[in-house]
């Protein structure tokens, strides 16, 4: 992801807060683990148990007992314990997360992630910004931008689509942007950033284990941009990191990260950028498996391209290039599917996708592959049909003119 940008004078690392959190709870049984077996039944193990010991999907939340409590533990120890009964999804269905809470009836507690596991995605416990937010405006009617063609065939007007998002593995890596809903109650850790002047100051509320982008069947491990996106519930708190690595107590480190407060229509602060190049957030520009089956997206999308402008628009609040020849894009412009593109031949999936891009279009928000769109993994994509969106090229889309939504620049809430 490009990070190039004046204001950057140093790369030293910049300390987000010098608030000392215990990055890993206390409380903790010890030999925590989880994985799945041949008939994909996950079962959980442990040693240091007192009395008997519930989980749950996030931190704070353990509450269920394991299915086959009255044998599956002895004494202090718990041995494949199964989270559910023959039948519920839960017995082989891991996590969106693919981490379990377990805590006990002394003061002990762990987290583990699923053995063998990949990450997929639930439903945000949250809307995910203002209904008025640029984001979620519908753009149909707008008209098409003066640089419109220019701008296409700089990004490529002969190159495919293609769904940076699917059902995955591939080489052993989840495809997609994670995100992952975390409680209330979700500790939270140090961090320092490489672009701390930018960033805002920690501590996070990352979990010890959590998806990453670019990662596979192990926790907070990740490659490329490796993303991490969290929701809390209750504060609906959207909390996003670039470059992200675990350091060995449970302490973070990273390129950039920012804080969203996802019922708000505020910006970030004019040139500053987030866990994106553009300084806009991820989340709301991801398509969401939840959102296909319920048949209907309505925001827009991210996308990449694989080079821009030293500029940006409006909701845009960074650039990440030094060039400054017109003809290339700026950050945060948008872009639709032509009206005349039919969609019909397509699948019942994409043509929720397809329609979602002719009424909200996309939003250019990072370097990278053109036409580049991105989403959620989730276990439940069909990835050959997802592909079928690659019969499209850029030559289908147009640029659209937005500037006449913009109400405040330091607001992204849109005119009606």
Not at 22 to 43: F, M, N, Q
Not at 88 to 93: D, H, I, M, P, Q
Not at 105 to 113: H, R, Y
């Amino acid at each position: 992801m490009g990070r190039l940008t004046s204001s950057r004078g140093s790369s030293a690392l910049v300390v987000a807060a010098l608030v000392f959190i215990p990055a890993y709870p206390a409380r903790a049984v010890t030999r925590c683990k989880a994985t799945s077996l041949r008939d994909r039944t996950i079962v959980f193990s442990a040693r240091g148990i007192t009395g008997a010991p519930r989980w749950g999907v996030r931190y704070g939340t353990e509450s269920t007992p394991f299915e086959n409590a009255a044998t599956c533990l002895t004494g202090d120890r718990a041995k494949n314990c199964t989270l559910a009964a023959v039948g519920v999804a839960e017995r082989t269905e891991p996590p969106a997360s693919c981490t379990l809470y377990v805590a006990d009836d002394g003061p002990d507690a762990c987290s583990t992630w699923v053995k063998r596991c990949f990450a997929s995605s639930e439903p945000p416990p949250c809307a995910v910004l203002p209904a008025d937010n640029i984001w979620n405006r519908d753009i149909s009617a707008l008209p098409v931008h003066a640089m419109s063609a220019t701008w296409i065939e700089s990004i490529g007007s002969d190159s495919p689509v293609h769904p940076d998002f699917g059902a995955g593995p591939y080489r052993n890596a989840i495809i997609g942007i994670p995100y992952t809903v975390i409680s209330s109650s979700q500790p939270a850790v140090p961090i320092t950033f490489l672009y701390g002047d930018e960033s805002d100051p920690g501590p996070y509320p990352i979990p010890f284990n959590v998806p990453v982008e670019g990662g596979g069947s192990r926790p907070s491990k990740g490659k490329g941009d490796a993303h991490v996106l969290l929701v809390q519930e209750g504060s609906c708190t959207l909390t996003e990191v670039f470059a992200a690595k675990r350091n060995g107590d449970g302490s973070w480190k990273a390129g950039s990260g920012a804080v969203f407060d996802l019922g708000s229509d505020a910006l970030r602060t004019d040139t500053y950028t987030s866990a994106d190049a553009a300084g806009l957030p991820i989340l709301p520009g991801l398509v969401r498996y939840d959102e296909v089956l319920a048949g209907e997206i309505t925001h827009a999308v991210r996308f990449t391209a694989p080079v821009t402008q030293r500029a940006y628009v409006w909701p845009a609040r960074h650039f990440a290039s030094s060039k400054t020849d017109p003809s290339l894009p700026p950050m945060g412009i948008r872009v639709r599917l032509k009206n005349t593109v039919d969609i019909s031949g397509y699948s019942a999936a994409n043509r929720v996708i397809l329609t979602a891009l002719k009424r909200y279009g996309m939003m250019l928000a990072d370097n990278g592959s053109p036409w580049f769109i991105s989403g959620a993994p989730d276990r439940r994509w069909n990835d050959d049909d997802l592909h079928e969106l690659g019969t499209l090229h850029g030559s289908d889309f147009e640029v659209v003119d937005v500037s006449s939504l913009m109400i405040d620049p330091d607001s992204g809430r849109a005119a009606p």
